[in-house]
């Protein structure tokens, strides 16, 4: 989608510039955690039959459990259209950061309506079904580039957006949007919210092959990161990597509103966006089940659960963090080590403004995530852009499927940035 203080997004082209004055400095900015491409005719596709992750994630059998209910999520991204049979009833009130005419609920692109269905989604009338249909969203509007040149808007839109989520009733933050560009204002608001018991995520961008250059706000220590991958349990040949991935989910070929018409839904690549809203939704899920517990302990258990095939837990990979989602290992069968309700599984430093129940936590040298201080080592990988020689098994849900790290090592046993 797009960003505050220097965020961009075009859906409809591998990527959207951004130009932006904050202050008296321009600031270019790329959305690279948006989609990859749409499909040229803008065609209305069967949305719900193209969510390839819903079979193999044992979707169904998560919601006899829980549907994300009790969990809020705000969405910090172009708006969210209420209107959609798959969103009717799942929108609340949110914020409308952009400085411009309209509101929260007027989504110009398209993008954000998509995030929200992706998470909370009931699938009316054949629409995007979300993993977490029990849940609801909290819009967050803020700007992109083509909305930036059109419009007078405010040059603090993400800061303003994420401190209003930190300041409302969303337990989760959901930004699928990226920056090359970080900013003091920002990094605060994301201190601050996290300070409030927010459990953040964004896209770690989808410029792999253009320069994979860091991206914000998910190398912000106090966001999760997340990447992408395919049907086939690849790592997406777009999906940036390296120390800001913390987590991997989903990401291709998910359909989206076309534009902000909402007249059907295209085909497309894909993009960490996606993979960032299943993502979340994987939490509310998780959360929901264990009401008790702080974000703290929720990430640790998506942590301590995400498929990692046979490396062992505690390492990250440079392109999947700790591992791909299995919010059903948690769901289903119960396990999942929720750690500590008060140090923060990404910074180990102790946060501030939780609320929950601590669980007994593992022995700081077993704790889910703890990054191991081994020199990098390669894995399983390919010094080139082929998949043989890179095959790594992992189980996303229950099912067999192979991970593929086209274009480099997987290289384990990398520390994050701390706070």
Known sequence: MTAGMSQTRKRCVPLGLRGRMLGSMAVAAVLSAGFVGVAPSAVAVDAQSKQWYLGPMHAEEMWKTTTGEGIKVAVIDTGVNPRTPSLEGQVLKGFDATGADGDEYDDYDGHGTTMAELIAGTGEGGGLKGLAPGAKIIPMRITDTKFQNENSVNAYDTRDAIRSAADGDAQIISMSFASDFPTQDEREAVEYAQSKGKLLFAGVGNNAKKGNKEQFPASYPQVVGVAATDSNGKASAYSQHGDSVDIAAPGDGI?????????????????????????????????????????????????????????????????????????????????????????????????????????????????????????????????????DSSQLGLILGGVAVVLVLGGGAFVLARRRRSA
């Not at 910074?347 to 020199?375: D, I, R, V």
């Open 255 to 387: 359909p989206a509103w076309c534009d902000k018409k909402f007249q059907g839904y295209c085909d497309t690549t894909g993009g960490t966006s996606q993979a960032t809203a299943i993502t979340s939704a994987a939490a509310a899920l998780i959360w929901s089940a264990h009401p008790e517990w702080t974000a703290n302990q929720v990430l640790n258990v998506l942590f301590d659960t995400a498929g990692r095939g046979d490396w062992e837990k505690g390492t990250l990979s440079n392109y999947l963090g700790h591992g791909i989602i299995r919010p059903a290992v948690n769901i289903l069968k119960g396990t999942g080590d929720p750690g500590a309700a008060d140090i923060s599984p990404l910074t180990k430093e102790k946060t501030s403004g939780s609320a929950g129940s601590a669980a007994p936590s593992a022995s700081a040298s077993s704790q889910p995530g703890e990054k191991n201080k081994a020199e990098d080592a390669a894995m399983a990988g390919s010094s080139t852009e082929k998949d």
